[in-house]
């Protein structure tokens, strides 16, 4: 079973730019979530999606950033005109079932997507 | 916001050493975990203890959680260099989501 599959595992991007970074969750996981991580720093929350559905979108910028999780596919963070304070890691991670639903579900972690912008 | 906060920021021991890593939160819980992150690499779930549970153990780990003062501890015993690494509590947050503290980053001297 493979686990979380993020890529690009590092992508560079000129300001201005887009960036769009993609995931598969694990099989049979219906749950996505995407964090960031600035250097040195914990992870923050950004976007929980169900398929073709936005749960909680409170941690996203409110503009430049959005999310997907189609009905067919990966699920997509895209990154609109990137700017140099969007270099950070992007880590997506899957459920099978809401974690607030979990009496003990974990959820599990991709490797992560690193981006620069130059 | 941050639900959970880990301190120290930083630790770093011997090897052999038992390295000890808290975790304070603000909201009502179900449950906490325990992830760890080596440089450049994803997370990884070390252990989940339940709000009725006061300590749990899985190898040289030990989970401790206090829901009176909300704060959790992991020990690590018997430590070893590939110990090194960040680790970062979670809580849930009321959508469903994991809420990170900023992390504990440890280093382990062989």
């Known amino acids: 079973n493979a686990g979380v599959m993020q890529n690009p595992r590092h992508l560079v991007r000129r300001r201005g730019q887009e960036a769009r970074l993609r995931c598969s969750p694990m099989?049979?996981?219906?749950?996505v979530y995407w964090y960031r991580q600035l250097p040195e720093e914990g992870l923050k929350f950004m976007v929980y999606?169900?398929?073709?559905?936005?749960?909680?979108e409170s941690g996203m910028p409110k503009e430049r950033f959005s999310a997907e999780f189609p009905k067919e596919g990966p699920s997509i963070l895209r990154i609109q005109q990137v700017v140099r304070g969007d270099s950070a890691a992007y880590f997506c991670a899957s459920s099978p079932v809401a974690a607030v639903d979990s009496s003990g579900n974990t959820i599990y972690f991709g490797e992560g997507s690193w981006l620069t912008v130059v | 916001s941050q639900q959970g906060e880990e301190d120290p920021q930083a630790l770093s021991i011997q090897e052999g050493e038992n390295a000890t890593m808290n975790c304070s939160y603000k909201t009502s819980i179900n449950n906490l975990q325990w992830y760890r992150q080596n440089s450049g690499r994803g997370l990884v779930h070390l252990i989940l203890i339940r709000s009725n549970e006061r300590e749990k153990h899985s190898g040289r780990l030990r989970v401790t959680l206090d829901t009176s003062k909300k704060s959790s501890s992991l020990l690590i015993t018997a430590s070893r260099a590939a110990d090194t690494a960040s680790y970062f509590c979670?809580?849930?947050?009321?959508?469903?989501?994991?809420?990170f503290g900023k992390g504990t980053k440890l280093s382990v001297k062989p």
């Open positions: 999606l169900q398929k073709e559905n936005i749960i909680d």
């Open positions: 099989k049979g996981h219906s749950h």
């Open positions: 979670a809580t849930v947050g009321s959508q469903g989501n994991l809420i």
